[in-house]
């Protein structure tokens, strides 16, 4: 997962009190990040995290909600960017020629920054 990071992507950490909470990268280094919790704490707590305990945060509806993506049928849009759930919690993505199925929310913010030029607005989970 680490060589697919960058700042600002949403990831977890696998440590049980922190289970299901999405943290924000803030600085990378060779054997791990700086995370930041995102509205949970009002000081913005940072914590270090060595490569191996990051972990992916599925894409859901509300999370696409969240990161303002207009619902359009079963379609979700916003600057060209196309998404299409699947049955199997996969979410297939279409920009212009670019299509990829996935089910992270860093990966979304990864394509849609590559292909768009903008980054998604970080919301408030």
């Known amino acids: ?6 700042v600002g992507n949403i990831v977890g950490y696998d440590l049980p009190m922190f289970k299901g ?9 060779d ?3 700086v995370l930041r ?9 940072m914590i ?6 990051m972990l992916p945060i599925s894409i859901s509806i509300l999370r696409l909600r969240k990161f303002h993506f207009m619902q359009i049928g079963s379609q979700f849009v916003m600057n060209g960017c196309w998404i299409t759930p699947n ?3 996969r979410f297939h993505v279409k920009i212009g020629l670019y299509e990829q199925t996935i089910t992270a929310v860093h990966k979304l913010q990864n394509i ?10 970080l919301p408030e989970f």
């Open 1 to 6: 997962m680490r060589d697919e990071i960058r």
């Open 21 to 29: 909470l999405p943290f924000v990268i803030h600085s990378l280094y």
């Open 31 to 33: 054997t791990g990040v």
């Open 37 to 45: 919790k995102i509205k949970h704490e009002k000081n913005e707590r």
């Open 48 to 53: 270090n995290c060595h490569n191996l305990a």
């Open 87 to 89: 049955e199997d919690n």
């Open 112 to 121: 849609f920054f590559k292909e768009t030029g903008l980054e998604l607005a």
